[in-house]
């Protein structure tokens, strides 16, 4: 029997330190429980998206761009072509043979191997970042680096859709080209959009970009060597899984693939063949050239020079070449047929021709006496003709006022129509307003045509009210295209393509699918008639001792009704000989031009910037450009004129 005192005692504190110590476990498991269900229930589906995303790489799948076509489909303005890049992979290379294989690519592409060299140094630390060794290169560079692909380990091909231009500069201006959206674009533009997208600049790549960019692949990688996705593609763009001799996947493994939607293709109103004459007809003169189809607007040439090529934009290594276009001036990036506008001189006359018989201030019968001279009362200096050294035009009507540009009659013409007047009817036919050509918005010069609410908005803001009055010397001025007037060649393309059609202002287009908008104009039929046989009479030969203005445009066996203007740029200096004037303050030379009845009906603008004389510099390019559309007509119009001809 154990006496009390041999009993083991137990120390007092014991059940208190198990106690807390319970205490303290089950409130680690119970945090822990609760950081484990707050991270798998209430947080799982975030974390195993951020697994995913470490996990998966996601690679863009480029969408080749719609295919732009000229005016039937077997002619080809810009398409897209695959792209071979060679590329290296310096993980994929051993260290030593790494000198040997920069050297074979520098003979086999022609490039340095040691720049190959630093560039593969400089990624030492990242060896599975694929390295472009050389963009877009040729089938005779690609056959040469497969032909030795033994020797050189870690080099791979990788394609992608490259932009091509086929026409070079011709037309280049009208297309656009194609760029790397930034960072301002995508937040404009929305989550559609990311850093590497490329999107149309300008032109009809611009204007028509929603269509032409088509839908974007897309490629899930799974990534396995240091998170380096690996993307290879064959020949055709499709990616390649690489795998070793045992047959199991290397770099990457394809989680899925969506197949890229190519754009749309376009089809434009431009005869190339034309386009390319014009550009050629303007050789280094800064100027530009429309040709429209006067029934219905649309556009069969539209060249500006200077010009530019717009695969210097997409093609790699020209980064010089894009700078040298961009800080260029005058700008080459800038079409002058649209984007500028000019004083038109005497091509103005058509329109205050047409709005002095419709107002009635002028009729068939209408003569003003021209002496060379025109006084307004209370006006000291005189207004000239541009025959003041010959004693004038003597009394002409309108059809010899407008066969002979004579000054003095549309100055009369003017003070009796009164500048609101010639701002109705000069933008009634569309002179000084946005014609509404397919381009991007904002592209398009709007020009001037002055009027008296223009001057009271322009000079608001002046102290005296006599600077926001409009005075009769400057409706003088306006009257025959010079002072605040000012147009873009397309508008006076335009202007004439009414005369041609018989009223009716057409809004010029690119996109064949756009079709043809015209509005009728309040233009009796005797005014058109009176105005085209001055148009006519301005290019025939006549029995007066001095033929028309407009003779050097001349077409045998052909209508062909025409225009000079010849618009002052700075205030009239004197010079023995006109070419000892300097080029910048030379006069702008201006021809507009219809031909009413071959098919189909044209309506032309020719303008040389600093070019002296609109019967020398620009009329006889307007003889070459109507000779040779009519002599070398586009298959779609050769076949439109077979039908309406008959059998």
Known sequence: MLVERDKPKRYEGSPQRLRALMIGLLALYSILAFRLWDLQIIHGDKYAEASNENRLHFERLEAPRGIIYGRTEDVVLADTQPACDIMFVPADCRESDRERVAHRLARLLAINADDLLAKIEQYRKKPFTQLPVKQNVSKTELARVEEYSFELPGVYTSVRPLRRYHYGEVAGQVL???????????????????????????????????????????????????????????????????????????????????????????????????????????????????????????????????????????????????????????????????????????????????????????????SFGCDGYFYLPGVGRPWKCWRYKYGGHGHPDIVDALAYSCDEYFYNVGIKLGIDNINKWAEMLGLGIVTGLDVPPGSEEKGLVPSTEWKKAEFAGAVDPWERKWYPGETVNVSIGQGQVTVTPLQAAVMMAAVVNGGNRVRPYLNKTVGPDLTPLPISDQTLELVTRGLRKCVEKTERPSAGTGVEARIPDMVVLGKTGTAQVVRFKHYDNEMDIPYDERDHAWFVAGVPEEEPPIAVCVLIEHGLHGSSAAAPITKEVIEYFYSHLPADLRLAKGAEDGP
């Not at 093609?315 to 002058?336: C, I, Q, V």
């Open 176 to 366: 656009g080209y194609i760029g790397e959206i930034n960072q301002e674009e995508i937040e404009a533009r929305g989550q559609a959009f990311k850093m590497g997208d490329l999107i149309g600049r300008m032109g009809v790549e611009q204007m028509y970009d929603p269509i032409l960019r088509g839908r974007d692949g897309q490629l899930c990688v799974v990534i396995y060597n240091q998170s380096e996705p690996q993307l290879r593609t064959d020949e055709l763009g499709r990616p390649v899984v690489q795998t070793d001799s045992l047959g199991r996947r290397l770099h990457q493994e394809l989680e899925f693939s969506r197949d890229p939607v190519p754009g749309k293709s376009l089809t434009l109103t431009l005869d190339i063949g034309l386009q390319a004459k014009c550009e050629e007809l303007l050789g280094t003169e800064r100027g530009a050239i429309v040709v429209l189809a006067a029934d219905t607007g649309e556009v069969l040439a539209i060249a500006s020079t200077p010009r530019y090529d717009p695969g210097v934009f997409v093609r790699t290594g020209y980064g010089h070449e894009r700078k040298a276009l961009l800080e260029a001036r005058p700008s080459p990036m800038r079409n002058r047929a649209f984007q500028e506008h000019f004083a038109p001189g005497s091509i103005f006359k058509v329109a205050m021709a047409i709005g002095g018989l419709e107002e009635g201030v002028i009729s068939e019968h209408s």
